[in-house]
């Protein structure tokens, strides 16, 4: 079965600092990865998926195989990146998303 | 704006008396999604419709049915709560095809069982 786990239950760094939040997932196939965030009071959405190779908000994240890992990155975090960050799987061939615990960041001015 | 909606947002219950929450979406979606979410955890999915289809997961207790009268709306019911089902309910849509595989949430429902 496929499995998504996100290490870390809180981040916190001040404003300007590098963030990092880890995603490693189990899954013997070719799996779509997401990271969706969820700020206060808001619902949960699309961050940014691994196929689009895209920066969102200053954020990448790239598709390790070997490593079986998805981390998210910002060179400089924001006071308004901080939210609940959840990384996400879906198996090849399927449309349902798995997901990890979360990750709180809390970005301190 | 195309979104998905949960009603109500905080709903409180008696132990074992019959609950429904709702979600509606404006997104044509096939696929309706109903995770359940405790402090601290990941959304586990309950169950989810594609189109008319009805696909629960192994692990869900008999305790939780779901509807889906149209493309528009699906129902949770909690036919007993228990303490244990309090919990955020999060419903989502997803196209289903074409490789289409981004979830759209509602916002929500927080469930208190007393």
């Known amino acids: 079965a496929q499995r998504v786990t996100q290490p870390e239950k809180l981040l916190s760094v001040f404003k300007g600092a590098p963030v990092e939040l880890k995603c490693n997932y189990s899954?013997?196939?070719?799996?779509?990865l997401f990271w969706y965030v969820q700020y206060s009071r808001q619902r949960l959405q699309l961050l940014l998926r691994?196929?689009s190779r895209e920066s969102i908000k200053g954020f990448t994240a790239d598709l390790n195989k070997g490593e079986t890992s998805f981390h998210l990155k910002k060179p400089f975090a924001q006071e308004e990146d901080s939210a609940m960050y959840y990384c996400?799987?879906?198996?090849?061939?399927?449309?349902?998303?798995?997901f990890g615990r979360g990750t709180s960041l809390i970005v301190h001015p | 704006d195309a979104m998905v909606i949960q009603n109500p947002r905080y709903q409180v219950t008696q132990f074992g008396k019959p609950v429904t929450l709702s979600c509606s979406q404006t997104?044509?979606?096939?696929?309706m999604y109903w995770y359940q979410q405790k402090s601290s955890q990941a959304p586990k999915l309950l169950f989810h419709?594609?189109?008319?289809?009805?696909?629960n997961e192994a692990d869900t207790p008999d305790n939780f049915q779901s509807r889906r009268p149209n493309t528009s709306f699906c129902f949770l019911d909690i036919r007993s709560p228990g303490l244990g089902d309090a919990a955020m309910y999060l419903c989502?849509?997803?196209?289903?095809?074409?490789?289409?595989?981004?979830?759209?949430f509602g916002q929500g429902t927080r469930l208190t069982v007393v």
């Open positions: 996400a799987l879906v198996s090849g061939g399927s449309y349902i998303p798995t």
């Open positions: 899954y013997s196939g070719s799996p779509e």
């Open positions: 691994h196929i």
């Open positions: 997104l044509n979606h096939n696929v």
């Open positions: 419709y594609y189109d008319k289809d009805f696909n």
């Open positions: 989502a849509t997803g196209a289903g095809t074409g490789g289409r595989t981004e979830a759209f």
